[in-house]
């Protein structure tokens, strides 16, 4: 959740209470959202902490619904078919207790926007995000710390133990890995001792970028673990796919750009939804300020500088 947002809420916070209402105080606040009173204390004076731990989104969410609060999107949001499969593909794994694959061919198809979405709006869903410097620690404590496991246990086993004694204790959590690409091919050990444990008793998506060629590699080479990493992930998959133009002509005109050579520019110009996101921010940006602008091939080319 971005700061922005946070800040919507503690402003909704100080709105709501009224110290003249007992029954908008704090701490109805706090029992209407289910959760401890500290949480509602510092969020309504602006600290995001408790300690030096930050506060989870979850609470800033239970929050907002508590109070009938809508949080107002602070990025541009497109419901497009990746985004629906995306969320269809959390929901469904996380109901029926399935491990899925996601994949996705290229960069900037919504894969990772539409999964922090998912994780944000749903309870019980630890969303964790790979990155290639990650070791088998990094991973198994981040996990931990979205399972709020407090005294983490040392050692790999140890800390495998509490996160299985946690999920499974707990009927319908999701853990959602993202971006797994990147990880060292040692932490796919990890990954498996996960997805062991998690099969058929909670939830579990994998996801990256091209992941079904690399376990597949992986698996033809047998590096260990590998054939039994692609029997478990290669049961349930589901793919992206690239961004059409009539998706892109739907987006123009979702934001009022109607004119087709400026729809046109779009479709041969943009191929991903980051890319097109930051270019319908900057023309958003630019006709708030010109309200009598016409945005058109001309203007775009001109606005982008490309011939």
């Known amino acids: 959740m971005e700061i922005k947002q946070k800040e919507q809420i503690t402003a909704a916070v100080n709105e709501w209470i009224d110290t003249n209402n007992p029954d908008r105080s704090g701490q109805k606040l706090s029992e209407k959202a289910g959760i401890n009173i500290s949480y509602i204390s510092n969020i309504k004076n602006g600290s995001y902490f408790i300690g030096a731990t930050p506060i989870k989104d979850e609470y800033f969410i239970k929050i907002a ?66 990155t290639s410097s990650m070791g088998a620690k990094d991973l198994l404590d981040e996990i931990i710390y979205k399972l709020s496991i407090k005294d983490a246990p040392k050692g790999a086993k140890a800390k495998i133990d509490a996160i299985r004694d946690k999920v499974l204790s707990t009927p319908g959590y999701l853990i959602i890995i993202d971006e797994a690409e990147d990880i060292k091919i040692s932490l796919y050990k990890i990954l498996k001792e996960i997805i062991d444990f998690t099969y058929m008793k909670c939830a579990l998506v994998v996801s990256g970028m091209s992941l079904t060629n690399k376990i597949e590699r992986l698996a033809r080479k047998e590096r260990p673990g590998f054939p039994q990493l692609k029997r478990r992930l290669f049961a349930n998959q589901a ?63 001109g606005l982008f500088s490309i011939a």
């Open 65 to 130: 619904v508590a109070m009938g609060f809508k949080i107002e999107e602070t990025e541009l949001h497109f419901e497009t078919e990746n985004f629906k499969l995306v969320q269809n593909v959390c929901k469904s794994a996380q109901q029926k207790r399935k491990i899925v694959l996601l994949d996705s061919e290229e960069s900037g198809l919504g894969k990772t926007y539409g999964l922090e979405h998912y994780a944000t709006y749903n309870d019980k869903v630890l969303y964790i995000k790979c």
């Open 239 to 301: 793919k992206l796919r690239m961004i059409t133009n009539k998706e892109k002509a739907d987006i123009c005109q979702a934001y009022n750009i109607s004119a087709k050579s400026a729809i046109q520019w779009f479709q041969k110009q943009v191929h991903d939804y980051q890319m097109f996101a930051e270019y319908i921010k900057d023309v958003l940006d630019f006709v708030k300020k010109h309200p009598q602008t016409v945005v058109d091939e001309e203007f775009l080319r």
